[in-house]
């Protein structure tokens, strides 16, 4: 039976190429959330005419800080396929960047609105449904959730947060298996925004040129191979034992969920 | 010279006992901010007549969430002294306990305005003074900073994030040191109210347990034992090859702080 996954922050990067991957190897269906409507219609122009998927992707353009785009994506889902059965939650910015006091404290709530109240939302009203499927909540970590980045404070302490958060749903939630994923350093906005703000936003200059660098080295991680991964556990592969873990895309431990595919 | 020390929670538990250990054995100078006005009252009583210290300890009534009294807590640290050298950053609250999914968003971000925002908040105003002082921050974490702990989540995730800011202050301020203390389970309020409401907030039977025997077993800390810790690190124990770290209270590198008193 088809899967019913929502994925956050779908309409670029890790979420639309998780997405594409739902639709095309792992025979989901999707809700793909995201605040621009432009690039979603692109994606699901792109699933429907070119892959020939319709029926398959349903989107909600918004922002998932609002309570009532939550409720819309949740009651899509609903009436559409009456059932979920994962949450992708890879909405989530970096900025702002700086020194943790020149940022005031309406930024850094807006940022943890973003990267982490928006996610408990999401999932708590979810998770009635996610209960009864059994489902799988995956959230994206980094390093830098463990390890603190100059002029990285808010993205340090709210995926710290989310991490945390991931673990305390492992250990209350028994049916459900919740994962975090360090995708690795991928070719996105993200770091096209790294290497555009980054020594103006302070970061150390050796920090900033390992970005550089892998950049400029054509070694920043593509997308589809964590996207390939999330589509992978959030459908069956993350299994109960690995409920409260953390795992990096391309760790040993999750290889064989790609041999298949 | 006199040290001139904030310390917030400072009414009762650690933050009391703090205070006290500061007046009484390092020679500082201390405001202490609590919601409470009849506990500051009482502790401001006591240090003036009990233990002769007129003029060493000021006090600030309210509540740490509110910009305003953050600001009459620093201009009264530089009014009074003109210096400040050192944040106790102790104020913090456990609630609210139960299943994440049973917390309401508002419940969530009150959590974190109290644990987490508030002392973004205290350490930004304070911070110019504190480079210029080379002062100390220390801030209270937890085990289950680390550790999910059952029906704990906001906890958990506010405590995590502030171990992290934490970190990324002693990254980004190479002349404040920063660190976490655990102070392990103290005889406080807080534990009364684990004994009092956790079974009905759904804590796990052996989480519950643990508090209760070691209630019963008269084995919770003293609030003096790490309050003389956190004393000895806030007026200067807390090395520059420390910030960044965290310690439990009673780890042996510290017990050298402890010798001289």
């Not at 819309?72 to 702002?96: F, S, T, Y």
């Not at 943790?100 to 943890?112: C, G, P, S, T, Y």
């Not at 980094?142 to 100059?150: K, L, M, R």
Request: with cysteine.
């Amino acid at each position: 039976m088809s899967k019913v996954v929502i994925v956050t922050g779908a309409s670029r990067g890790i979420g639309r190429a998780t997405t594409l991957q739902l639709l095309q190897h792992f025979n989901s269906n999707v809700i793909a959330v995201a605040r621009s409507n432009q690039d979603l219609c692109d994606l699901k122009n792109h699933a429907e005419n070119v892959l020939g998927m319709k029926g398959r992707l349903e989107t909600v353009t918004g922002d998932i800080t609002e309570e009532h785009i939550i409720e819309e994506v949740v009651k899509k889902c609903l009436e559409q396929w009456g059932r979920i059965d994962g949450i992708i939650a890879n909405a989530g910015v970096l900025d702002p960047m700086g020194n943790f006091a020149d940022i005031n404290l309406q930024e850094w709530k807006r940022h943890f609105d973003v990267n982490f109240f928006s996610n408990i939302s999401l999932i708590q009203k979810s998770i009635p449904y996610l209960r009864t499927s059994k489902g799988r909540i995956i959230t994206i970590s980094t390093g830098v959730a463990a390890f603190a980045h100059q002029s990285w404070s808010p993205y340090c302490t709210s995926k710290a947060a989310l991490h945390m958060l991931t673990k305390c749903i492992a250990v209350e939630e028994p049916d459900i298996v919740s994962v975090s994923i360090l995708p690795g350093v991928v070719d996105t906005t993200m770091q096209a925004n790294i290497r555009e703000q980054g020594l103006k936003a302070q970061m150390k200059q050796t920090d900033y040129q390992r970005y550089i660098d892998l950049y400029e080295s054509k070694t920043l991680v593509h997308p589809d191979e964590p996207g390939r991964v999330l589509a992978a556990l959030v459908v069956g592969g993350a299994t109960q034992e690995m409920s409260g873990e953390s795992y990096r895309y391309n760790d040993p431990k999750l290889a064989h969920l790609l041999d298949k595919k």
